[in-house]
């Protein structure tokens, strides 16, 4: 189970932190994402840390984004800052509990479980 919090209401530049509660698996030995979609659009790998902590980032966010995970708090974290109007979007976590797959391979694809989205809104 995955329960994905923190999403809300910002100007351009500012900054969320989004988390991610993972239950049911070895935490500390799954790979996690964020994921986003648009109505209309498709969903768009954000980030994703695997069990080593090795991170990975789409282009679009790379020096804005920060993807940290907890394994004492099976949680994972996803600072947002500098954040514009294109990063609008319902956000969610997912969540790989074997951690096979590289992390560039989870960006593209998706994970194999997924938790409800949490809506990120930014102003202009």
């Known amino acids: 189970q995955l329960q994905a919090s923190g999403g809300g209401l910002v100007q351009a530049g500012g900054s969320l932190r989004l988390s991610c509660v993972a239950s049911?698996?070895?935490?500390?030995?799954?790979?996690i994402g964020w994921f986003r979609q648009v109505p209309g659009k498709e969903r768009e790998g954000v980030s994703c840390?695997?069990?080593?902590?090795?991170?990975y980032y789409a282009d679009s966010v790379k020096g804005r984004f920060t993807i940290s995970r907890d394994n004492a708090k099976n949680t994972v974290y996803l600072q947002m800052n500098s954040l514009k109007p294109e990063d609008a979007a319902l956000y969610y976590c997912?969540?790989?509990?074997?951690?096979?797959?590289?992390?560039?391979?989870?960006?593209?694809?998706?994970?194999?479980?997924w938790g409800k989205g949490t809506l990120v809104t930014v102003s202009s």
């Open positions: 997912a969540a790989d509990p074997i951690n096979y797959y590289s992390g560039n391979y989870y960006l593209l694809r998706g994970m194999d479980y």
């Open positions: 049911g698996f070895t935490f500390a030995h799954g790979a």
């Open positions: 840390i695997r069990k080593d902590g090795s991170t």
